[in-house]
């Protein structure tokens, strides 16, 4: 084990069991690029109000870069019986630089760094995260825009209710989606507002900090204006935990209808033999384990944020050991749903869809009913009687094994005058479903203006998302963003 930086106090060294037990560096080393970005900002602003000398500032920086370099290329390894990240790298500094290194601590606290590199590395992260969930929106509206005029039956209660088509369908993902993106992007900017920086170990420092220069190198709005605060509250982490809760419950609902739509019951989309697997007893078997998968990884994505939330719930101020908890609850719900995105996109991306079954089952559900009497109403009928009439003549058909439009129009005139050739048209599914033109309905002009809403959408998404790398870009020492 590396010596620990907070050694001098010890007359004994830590047992073994407890060195393991504390360390964080198998997982917080997710953070390295985070904690170097973080120590630039710090030094360059040391170096400037004074605090340390300037040649030291230039030793810290340059030996930071060469950190970086040697870690990308391999040529250092990160440590795995160090204590921390931020151990790791402020000891290699120094073995590096010798006493510049011992000054870059000054005026700060672990408890002030991690604060800082958590939210740096969510914000990166969920970057990606965004973009892979914006691949998704795109592969849903192409299918939309494929099937805009597959007509299959909307459910209420699993019953088929009312006709819709496959694309009004997937579109509705594509508005979850959308929120799932934003909710993101809300609490990454809530996240980017205060920057923890200087707040120290928890009652901030006595050197002269500019922690509004360091806020700003970092791609903050500002420094927080409470250090208590800065060091010890994990809202964030709660608040982007519960956004991939909420977008994976999105995901398991999709899922969910693949899983439904593949079946032979439904059978309106076959999968693709490479998004599927089999059975190694029988051999008809092809099964959406994927969507199943996901379906099962969301109660795992859930028990992180519940983790967060009991973990926050009992801890007075400020800064307790049970918030280094934090980081692996974040990355294992980061990484689940990121593994499921990059299965799903592509899943539904290679899909076929089957309109002709979608047809079939629509017309087997009397979902043109509504439009039969609402027919009758338009020709006179008040519509409470259109309705009695209307499901008598259901009821009659099912006897008969019938469907509404396989009806004579002697038959239809039968149960009323009013009906003439023109009731074909009017309860034909398509016509049904063109006939619900109203804003966000199934007829295909709604469906198209939403998915060209949706496409604007993402590509404004997309653009905000680069002039925020631009501006950080511009903001001062930041080799990530390089
Ligand atoms: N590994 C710690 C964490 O993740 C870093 C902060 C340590 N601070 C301390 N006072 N022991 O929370």
Redesign the pocket.
Known sequence: MAEQL?KGRFSKAVDARVNDF???IRF?QRMVRQDINGSMAHATMLGEQGIIPEEDREAILTGLQEILADLDSGALTIDPTA????TFIEQTLTARIGDAGKRLHTGR???D??ALD?RLTLRDETAGLTEQILALIEALCAQAEKNKESVMPGYTHLQRAQPVTMGHQLMAYVWMLLRDCGRLQDAVARMMRDCPLGSG?LAGTTYPLDRELTAQLLGFDGPCPNSLDGVSDRDFCIEIAAALSICMMHLSRLSEEIILWSSWEFKFIELDDAFTTGSSIMPQKKNPDVTELIRGKTGRVYGDLNTLLVMMKGLSLA?D?D?????EAMWDAIDTLSLCLRTLTPMLATMTTLPDNMRAAAARGFINATDCADYLTKKGMPFRDAYKLTGAMVSDCLGAGKTLEQLSLEEFRAYSPLFAPDIYQAIDLLTCCEGRASYGGPSRASVQAQIDAARARVAALRAEADGDEADDAGDGPDPQQD
Do not use: F, L, P, T
Not at 83 to 86: S, V
Not at 323 to 327: A, G, L, P, R, T
């Open positions: 907070w504390n360390s964080s917080d204590e921390d990240i931020h606290s672990r408890n760094q991690v958590i170990a800064y050991k918030m280094q908890e934090d980081k």
